[in-house]
């Protein structure tokens, strides 16, 4: 069974910066897509930024060019640097890793506040 686990979370100023990280305990070249996803209170989960095995990037519209996905392979990782956060930022992030076949495993979440 695949694990996921986030850390990274915090509270920060608006305009602040967190680095939020997820530990796969697969190898993550055998997953198709990974992704960070948030969940603002009374809101439903939306996808912020994905990037697939061949190297494609998305990022939800309101958080270009302020946070960036990476991942590094050799230890099975996948981070979203987040900058010149906002209130509007606040909520918990997820990892997310989707196989070929579709199916899709979720980290617990980490919890993401900015203050304003």
């Known amino acids: 069974q695949v694990q996921l686990v986030e850390s990274g979370g915090g509270l920060v100023q608006a305009g602040g910066s967190l680095r939020l990280s997820c530990v796969v305990s697969e190898n993550i070249l055998s997953f198709a897509g990974m992704g960070w996803y948030r969940q603002a209170p009374g809101n439903q989960r939306e996808k912020v930024a994905s990037?697939?095995?061949?190297?494609?990037?998305y990022y939800l519209e309101s958080v270009k060019d302020r946070f960036a996905i990476s991942r590094d392979n050799s230890k099975n990782a996948l981070y979203l640097q987040m900058n010149r956060l906002k209130p509007e930022d606040t909520g918990v992030y997820y990892c997310?890793?989707?196989?070929?076949?579709?199916?899709?495993?979720w980290g617990q979440g980490t919890q993401v506040t900015v203050s304003s």
């Open positions: 990037i697939t095995g061949g190297g494609y990037i």
């Open positions: 997310a890793a989707t196989n070929v076949p579709g199916d899709t495993k």
